[in-house]
């Protein structure tokens, strides 16, 4: 009893997650050739935007990080400047 663990993660068989390759998904900013994300590009600047009008996560939209840091300086800037909203209903 004192050796044996009560969780079932250690179970013989792997999760299936280590099995299944990982996809690596293409960062638009570099497949589309853009090396300065302008702020007043708000057509590119909308598609990283969710319904709300919040600036969706690296994790979801699949940028890097570089790209994601000044996507989101372009957004703010053009949220300053009126071109996009802060929120949207």
């Known amino acids: 009893m004192r050796g044996e ?6 179970s013989l068989q792997p999760p299936t997650s280590y099995l299944q390759p990982k996809l690596m998904k293409q960062d638009f900013f570099t497949a ?4 300065y994300i302008d702020y007043k590009d708000t057509e590119i600047l ?5 319904p709300n009008g919040r600036i969706m996560s690296r994790r979801r939209t699949g940028v890097t990080a570089k790209s ?12 300053f400047m ?3 909203p802060y929120i949207a209903r």
């Open 5 to 10: 663990s009560k969780c079932k993660r250690n």
């Open 32 to 35: 589309n050739n853009i090396k």
């Open 46 to 50: 909308k598609k990283f935007l969710n």
């Open 68 to 79: 994601q840091r000044g996507l989101s300086e372009a957004i703010k800037r053009a949220r």
């Open 82 to 84: 009126g071109l996009l």
